[in-house]
């Protein structure tokens, strides 16, 4: 299997990072298809190994929902990190935009690989820490923006 | 001489006005009368149609995909921003202009 690099095993050692890579199961995607849906009980994690997803929320556009991409994933990077968080609910929808693909972990088996080595359950965890907290901060200041323009347009 | 010129004519283009005014109202006056004597009264749902009739409507509506393509462009900007404002916070890209504007 070819070695990719990974954001969720960044700070791991070779062996480490195998022994974590060696959890997944390999999933293929064609493009449109749907990866996970906002609201579907999230059970795994999902690696990019090739391929191109769209992360999307649903707008309401001239009567018709309509799924915006709010961010993308590329390989190397990982997504459905409400797997590992309660209450374990995806909140953005997934959809494969170039064929893709996957290395799924299910919850189950990491957790209990975490269990058994904690040092690389933390570095792991603290990976997907770092992801949230990207999205958190990018979302925030998403929002600080939109919270000006509304004032802008109250103003003029 | 002449603020009394101007003050006819004011006058002149008032009555004008106002004959204008009465006979626009005598005619709608008269339509009503016709109608009442001609027609069934209208029932509130012919009402509301007629009215709608007369109103122009809602804007016609631009090509969805066009605005679709606008909205996602606006909304990749907007992340790019917000990106930006990370890499370094400061008011001025806080507050920056969107390139990708949503409205055209």
């Not at chain 2, 009402?47 to 462009?73: A, I, K, T």
Request: with cysteine.
């Amino acid at each position: 299997m070819k070695r990719i690099e990974a954001d969720i095993l960044s700070g791991l050692g070779e062996h480490e990072a195998d022994q974590v890579l060696a959890l997944g199961s390999p999933q293929q995607y064609s493009v449109g298809e749907v990866v996970f849906d906002l609201g579907d009980e999230a059970r795994s994690l999902f690696l990019v190994r090739s391929g191109r997803v769209d992360l999307t929320l649903p707008l309401r556009v001239q009567g018709k929902e309509e799924d915006v991409a709010v961010e993308e994933r590329v390989p190397g990077q990982m997504l459905g990190w409400s797997a590992l968080v309660p209450p374990h609910r995806f909140t953005l929808k997934a959809t494969v935009r170039a064929d893709a693909e996957f290395l799924v972990f299910p919850r189950e088996h990491l957790l209990e690989f975490f269990s058994r080595e904690p040092g690389v359950g933390w570095r792991v965890m603290a990976n997907v820490a770092a992801i949230m907290s990207q999205r958190f901060q990018v979302f925030q200041a998403m929002w600080l923006r939109q919270v000006q323009v509304t004032l802008e347009h109250q103003n003029a | 001489m002449q603020p009394l010129l101007m003050s006819l004519s004011l006058c002149l283009l008032g009555f004008a006005a106002c004959v204008l005014i009465f006979a626009a109202a005598s005619r709608g006056n008269e339509d009503e009368e016709e109608a009442g004597t001609n027609s069934p009264p209208l029932t509130k749902g012919e009402q509301f149609f007629l009215d709608e009739g007369l109103s122009p409507g809602p804007e016609p509506e631009e090509p969805e995909e066009e605005f679709l393509y606008r909205l996602r462009s606006y909304v990749r900007s907007e992340r790019a921003a917000a990106k930006s404002f990370l890499d370094g916070p400061n008011v001025e890209s806080l507050h920056a202009a969107n390139d990708s504007p949503l409205e055209p």
